[in-house]
Protein backbone atom coordinates (compact mmCIF):
# COMPACT_ATOMS: atom_id res chain seq x y z
CA UNK A 1 0.00 0.00 0.00
CA UNK A 2 3.07 2.38 0.31
CA UNK A 3 3.27 2.39 -3.32
CA UNK A 4 0.21 4.04 -3.56
CA UNK A 5 -0.20 7.84 -5.09
CA UNK A 6 -2.17 9.25 -2.91
CA UNK A 7 -2.44 12.36 -4.07
CA UNK A 8 -4.19 11.44 -7.68
CA UNK A 9 -6.32 9.02 -4.57
CA UNK A 10 -7.33 12.45 -3.58
CA UNK A 11 -7.35 14.19 -6.86
CA UNK A 12 -9.52 11.19 -8.45
CA UNK A 13 -12.51 11.59 -5.05
CA UNK A 14 -12.47 15.31 -5.42
CA UNK A 15 -13.44 14.88 -9.30
CA UNK A 16 -15.90 12.18 -8.30
CA UNK A 17 -17.32 14.57 -5.66
CA UNK A 18 -17.62 17.29 -8.05
CA UNK A 19 -19.43 15.41 -10.73
CA UNK A 20 -21.52 13.56 -8.53
CA UNK A 21 -23.18 17.01 -7.63
CA UNK A 22 -23.37 18.04 -11.73
CA UNK A 23 -24.40 14.77 -12.73
CA UNK A 24 -27.36 14.59 -9.41
CA UNK A 25 -28.51 18.48 -9.92
CA UNK A 26 -28.78 17.80 -13.92
CA UNK A 27 -30.70 14.81 -13.25
CA UNK A 28 -33.26 16.08 -10.17
CA UNK A 29 -33.63 19.11 -13.00
CA UNK A 30 -34.60 17.02 -15.96
CA UNK A 31 -36.41 13.85 -13.90
CA UNK A 32 -37.83 15.18 -10.12
CA UNK A 33 -41.09 14.49 -11.44
CA UNK A 34 -40.27 11.01 -10.13
CA UNK A 35 -40.26 12.48 -7.05
CA UNK A 36 -43.95 13.37 -7.66
CA UNK A 37 -45.37 9.76 -7.96
CA UNK A 38 -47.38 8.14 -4.95
CA UNK A 39 -46.56 7.76 -2.26
CA UNK A 40 -44.93 10.92 -1.59
CA UNK A 41 -44.74 11.42 1.90
CA UNK A 42 -41.67 9.09 1.82
CA UNK A 43 -39.02 11.84 0.67
CA UNK A 44 -37.33 13.80 3.20
CA UNK A 45 -35.93 15.96 0.46
CA UNK A 46 -37.21 16.64 -3.40
CA UNK A 47 -36.35 18.81 -6.02
CA UNK A 48 -39.25 21.11 -5.62
CA UNK A 49 -37.64 22.32 -2.07
CA UNK A 50 -34.59 23.00 -4.03
CA UNK A 51 -32.27 24.76 -1.18
CA UNK A 52 -34.03 24.91 1.77
CA UNK A 53 -32.16 22.74 4.02
CA UNK A 54 -30.48 23.82 6.52
CA UNK A 55 -26.86 24.69 6.43
CA UNK A 56 -26.18 21.79 9.03
CA UNK A 57 -27.47 19.31 6.44
CA UNK A 58 -25.32 20.86 3.71
CA UNK A 59 -22.34 20.17 5.27
CA UNK A 60 -22.95 16.92 6.38
CA UNK A 61 -23.90 16.11 2.97
CA UNK A 62 -20.63 17.68 1.25
CA UNK A 63 -18.37 16.09 4.13
CA UNK A 64 -19.80 12.44 3.52
CA UNK A 65 -19.84 12.47 -0.24
CA UNK A 66 -16.19 14.15 -0.51
CA UNK A 67 -14.86 10.62 2.11
CA UNK A 68 -16.73 8.65 0.38
CA UNK A 69 -15.62 9.45 -3.30
CA UNK A 70 -11.82 9.16 -1.74
CA UNK A 71 -12.54 5.95 -0.60
CA UNK A 72 -13.89 4.54 -3.88
CA UNK A 73 -11.06 6.22 -5.76
CA UNK A 74 -8.59 4.08 -3.04
CA UNK A 75 -10.54 0.70 -3.53
CA UNK A 76 -10.00 1.35 -7.01
CA UNK A 77 -6.04 1.71 -6.53
CA UNK A 78 -6.05 -1.40 -4.46
CA UNK A 79 -7.80 -3.85 -7.01
CA UNK A 80 -7.26 -1.56 -10.43
CA UNK A 81 -4.58 -4.88 -11.07
CA UNK A 82 -7.01 -7.40 -10.94
CA UNK A 83 -10.01 -5.49 -12.91
CA UNK A 84 -10.33 -6.39 -16.02
CA UNK A 85 -8.89 -4.32 -19.61
CA UNK A 86 -6.72 -1.42 -19.98
CA UNK A 87 -7.72 2.01 -19.05
CA UNK A 88 -10.97 2.75 -18.99
CA UNK A 89 -12.38 -0.76 -19.29
CA UNK A 90 -10.96 -0.81 -15.89
CA UNK A 91 -12.50 1.77 -14.77
CA UNK A 92 -16.40 0.42 -16.58
CA UNK A 93 -15.70 -2.72 -15.05
CA UNK A 94 -15.06 -1.21 -11.20
CA UNK A 95 -18.11 1.05 -12.21
CA UNK A 96 -20.22 -2.04 -12.85
CA UNK A 97 -18.79 -3.95 -9.91
CA UNK A 98 -19.32 -0.80 -7.11
CA UNK A 99 -22.95 -0.46 -9.11
CA UNK A 100 -23.57 -4.01 -8.69
CA UNK A 101 -22.68 -4.36 -4.89
CA UNK A 102 -23.63 -0.92 -4.08
CA UNK A 103 -27.00 0.80 -5.37
CA UNK A 104 -28.53 -2.68 -6.42
CA UNK A 105 -29.30 -4.40 -3.19
CA UNK A 106 -29.73 -1.16 -1.41
CA UNK A 107 -32.81 -0.76 -4.40
CA UNK A 108 -33.82 -4.22 -4.02
CA UNK A 109 -34.38 -3.47 -0.19
CA UNK A 110 -36.17 0.05 -0.74
CA UNK A 111 -38.61 -1.86 -3.26
CA UNK A 112 -38.95 -4.74 -0.51
CA UNK A 113 -38.76 -2.80 2.60
CA UNK A 114 -40.74 0.57 1.11
CA UNK A 115 -44.25 1.75 -0.32
CA UNK A 116 -42.06 3.14 -3.42
CA UNK A 117 -43.68 3.48 -7.07
CA UNK A 118 -41.87 1.66 -9.50
CA UNK A 119 -41.05 4.60 -11.73
CA UNK A 120 -39.00 5.92 -9.26
CA UNK A 121 -36.85 2.61 -8.46
CA UNK A 122 -36.02 2.39 -12.32
CA UNK A 123 -35.30 5.59 -12.45
CA UNK A 124 -32.57 5.22 -9.56
CA UNK A 125 -31.16 2.06 -11.02
CA UNK A 126 -30.97 3.63 -14.17
CA UNK A 127 -29.25 7.06 -12.95
CA UNK A 128 -27.18 5.11 -10.40
CA UNK A 129 -25.42 2.93 -13.19
CA UNK A 130 -24.77 6.24 -15.08
CA UNK A 131 -23.41 7.80 -12.28
CA UNK A 132 -20.77 4.21 -11.45
CA UNK A 133 -19.62 4.50 -15.11
CA UNK A 134 -18.98 8.13 -15.02
CA UNK A 135 -17.32 7.63 -11.58
CA UNK A 136 -15.20 4.75 -12.71
CA UNK A 137 -13.90 6.66 -15.81
CA UNK A 138 -12.95 9.17 -14.22
CA UNK A 139 -11.14 7.28 -12.24
CA UNK A 140 -9.54 5.19 -14.84
CA UNK A 141 -8.21 8.60 -16.69
CA UNK A 142 -7.01 10.30 -13.27
CA UNK A 143 -5.21 7.24 -12.46
CA UNK A 144 -3.61 5.77 -15.12
CA UNK A 145 -2.25 2.44 -14.34
CA UNK A 146 1.59 3.31 -14.52
CA UNK A 147 1.05 6.78 -12.67
CA UNK A 148 -1.23 4.97 -9.99
CA UNK A 149 1.38 3.39 -7.90
CA UNK A 150 5.00 5.55 -7.34
CA UNK A 151 7.39 4.12 -9.70
CA UNK A 152 8.94 1.33 -8.38
CA UNK A 153 12.33 2.15 -10.37
CA UNK A 154 13.26 4.77 -7.88
CA UNK A 155 13.19 2.94 -5.15
Known sequence: MKNLNYKRILLAGL????????????????FGKV???EPTSIWKWTPAQGFNMS???WIILFLLNIVLAVIFAFV??????????????????????VWIVGPIPALVTMYLMMNIATG???YFTLQSLF???VYGTVISL?????????KEENR
Open 120 to 122: ALV
Open 131 to 133: EWL
Open 55 to 57: AQW
Open 15 to 30: AIFFISFLIGGESYFL
Open 76 to 97: FALIEKGLPGKGIQKGLSFGII
Open 35 to 37: FQL
Open 142 to 150: ICKEKEFTA
